[in-house]
Nanobody
């Protein structure tokens, strides 16, 4: 199993930036694809972005393309989400997840382990 802990959330104004971190412990972090999801009040959890084990492949939801960037440092067992030009509609609890195998990279069902989430609030 892999245990995941998110950090870096907070309260910022529209247009500002945050960087979220996801620290993993347990087995073979470097062999897992990773993803970020978010859940806003009154809405279902939605896909934000994903990164493969080597960091050479990434994909993002249309709502965050050009503003958010996923990266990972396998030596530190950490995945990052750099969020720029934040908007009030980005307000949500952000979750990281890991994926051991399979081809479903953009849905909740495709992932095996989840963190507890970190709150991001963007004021206007």
């Amino acid at each position: 199993q892999v245990q995941l802990v998110e950090s870096g959330g907070g309260l910022v104004q529209a247009g500002e930036s945050l960087r979220l971190s996801c620290l993993a412990s347990g087995r073979t972090f470097s062999n897992y694809a990773m993803g970020w999801f978010r859940q806003a009040p009154g809405k279902e959890r939605e896909f934000v972005g994903t990164i493969n084990w080597s960091g050479t492949y990434k994909t993002y939801a249309d709502s965050v393309k050009g503003r958010f960037t996923i990266s990972r440092d396998n030596a530190k067992n950490t995945m990052y989400l750099q969020m720029n030009s934040l908007k009030p509609e980005d307000t949500a609890v952000y979750y990281c997840a890991c994926k051991r195998s399979g081809s479903d990279y953009t849905t909740i069902a495709g992932y095996d382990n989840w963190g507890q989430g970190t709150q991001v609030t963007v004021s206007s």
